[in-house]
C-alpha cells in the first residue's frame, strides 16, 4: 500500500506511519515529538512529525487521532520569507524557510506579488525601531491575491486582489496571514507593483497634506529628500493643491526627478544652505509648512525656514534623532510642532479605506504617480536595504518573491 493510501486508511496507526516513513528512502524523519504508537481508536492526542523530502520540499504533517474517528492528515505549507534574529547591518537579514498556516476567523491568507521597501524597514532591522521579538519578519506593504479566508469571513473571497500598509509586520513573504480589516481593495486599474509601492507613502503623504496641516492654494511648502519614495509623492500632492513646493535633494540627478515631481524650486543641500535659499525663494516670510524626514542633519535649520505661526512636521529621522529642542525656538515664531504616526490616522476601518481610496484614486487620476525606479528579488533584501542606506536610490523600491 502507498504512503498516501496508507494515511488515508482508519487502520493505519501512529506506530505505522513513523516505521513507513523511517523505512522509506524518500524521506528523512527531522522531528518527532510525543507520538502516541496507541492504536487509532484508542489515541486522543494530537501529534506532528516533520518530514522533509530529499528534493529539499519540506512539509509538517499533522495527524489527529480521536477515540472512534480515523486520522485526519494536513499539510502546512512552507514558504521562503526574511528573517531577522539580531539587529544590525543590512547583512541581518536572513533568506530563510518559514511555516505558514491557515488563516483563522477573521484572518485571511494572501500571497505576496510585490512588497514595498520603505525606511521604517530599515529603523526596525537596525534596533532604532523596537522590534516585539525575534525573530521577525520586517516589511509592512504589500500587494497580492487572498489565497484562503479564516472561518465565517464576509467582505473577503479567494482572488481577491488586496493591498495592506501598516501592521502588523511580515511583508517579506511569499505568504503572509493577515488580519481581514486591515487590507484594502485595489482597484483593477492598479497593478501590483504599482499598489505595493505607494500605498504606504501614498497614505502618509496623505496624512501629511490633509490632515497634520491642510496644504491650500499660495501656500509655501518645503519637502526635505524630495526625490525619495515618500517626498515624491508629496511634492506632486501638494503642486495638484495649489501650493509652491521647496525640494532639498543631493545630487543634479535627483533635482530633475524632483522637478518632474512638481518642484517649483530644488536646493542641492550639499551645494548651497538650504536655510539662505528658502529665504530667498520666499522674500524672507518662510514657509508654511516644513515636512522632514531626515531629523538631525535639518531640524534646526527647518525652524529658521518656517514663518511665524508656520508648522514643522517631521515624520522620520534617517539622519537620525535631532537633538532635543528648547521650548525657547519653538516659542520666538509660535510654531507649531508634530511628530505625527500613520497608523494612529488609521486606527478604525473608515479611516484607513477614505485614506487608501483617496490615494488610489489619485493614482487612477494621475494626479499621483508612483515612480518605481528600482525592483529586486526578494532574496536579495539586504542589497536593496544596503542601497537605500547609501542613497543609491531615488522613487519607490519594491521586493519581487523570487517565485512568482
Avoid at 340 to 366: H, I, K
Amino acid at each position: 500500500m502507498g504512503l498516501s493510501a496508507r494515511l488515508a486508511s482508519p487502520v493505519f496507526s501512529f506506530r505505522h506511519m513513523h516505521h513507513r516513513l523511517a523505512r522509506d528512502s524518500s524521506f528523512s524523519v527531522i522531528r518527532n515529538t510525543g507520538l502516541h504508537l496507541d492504536h487509532p481508536a484508542q489515541a486522543s492526542a494530537c501529534s506532528s512529525l516533520r518530514i522533509a523530502a530529499k528534493e529539499n520540499t519540506k512539509v509538517r504533517l499533522t495527524v489527529r487521532a480521536y477515540s472512534t474517528s480515523p486520522e485526519v492528515v494536513s499539510a502546512a505549507r512552507m514558504v521562503k520569507a526574511v528573517r531577522v534574529h539580531e539587529t544590525g547591518n543590512p547583512e541581518v537579514l536572513k533568506w530563510e524557510d518559514v511555516e505558514v498556516g491557515e488563516p483563522k476567523e477573521g484572518e485571511i491568507k494572501v500571497k505576496n506579488q510585490a512588497i514595498g521597501l520603505n525606511f521604517i524597514d530599515v529603523q526596525f532591522r537596525r534596533g532604532s525601531y523596537k522590534a516585539v521579538s525575534f525573530p521577525f519578519t520586517p516589511g509592512m506593504e504589500a500587494a497580492g491575491v487572498v489565497t484562503a479566508v479564516g472561518p465565517g469571513l464576509t467582505g473577503r473571497k479567494v482572488g481577491d486582489f488586496v493591498a495592506y500598509a501598516g501592521f502588523p509586520m511580515g511583508a517579506y513573504a511569499e505568504e503572509q496571514i493577515l488580519p481581514a480589516n486591515k487590507v484594502v481593495p485595489v482597484p483593477p486599474s492598479i497593478d501590483s507593483i504599482s499598489a505595493a509601492s505607494v500605498l504606504l507613502k501614498g497614505m502618509t503623504a496623505h496624512m501629511l497634506v490633509r490632515r497634520c496641516f491642510r496644504v491650500e492654494p499660495g501656500h509655501y511648502v518645503l519637502v526635505h529628500a524630495a526625490a525619495g519614495g515618500v517626498g515624491s509623492l508629496l511634492c506632486q500632492w501638494a503642486n495638484a493643491l495649489g501650493a509652491t513646493v521647496i525640494g532639498t535633494v543631493s545630487t543634479k540627478e535627483k533635482a530633475v526627478q524632483a522637478k518632474e515631481d512638481g518642484c517649483h524650486h530644488t536646493i542641492i543641500y550639499k551645494e548651497e544652505d538650504f536655510v539662505s535659499r528658502v529665504n530667498e525663494i520666499t522674500s524672507g516670510k518662510g514657509v508654511e509648512v516644513v515636512y522632514d524626514s531626515v531629523g538631525k542633519d535639518t531640524f534646526q535649520g527647518s525652524l529658521e525656514c518656517l514663518k511665524v505661526r508656520g508648522y514643522m512636521v517631521c515624520f522620520g529621522q534617517s539622519s537620525g534623532a535631532p537633538d532635543p529642542v528648547p521650548l525657547s525656538s519653538i516659542g520666538a515664531k509660535s510654531v507649531f510642532l508634530t511628530r505625527p504616526t500613520l497608523f494612529q490616522y488609521t486606527m478604525t476601518r473608515d479611516d484607513l479605506l477614505e485614506c487608501a481610496g483617496e490615494v488610489f484614486a489619485n493614482v487612477s487620476s494621475g494626479v499621483l504617480k508612483a515612480h518605481v525606479n528600482h525592483t529586486y528579488p526578494l532574496s536579495q533584501a539586504a542589497q536593496a536595504h544596503a542601497d537605500l542606506e547609501g542613497r543609491k536610490t531615488s522613487g519607490s523600491i519594491v521586493l519581487i518573491p523570487d517565485q512568482q
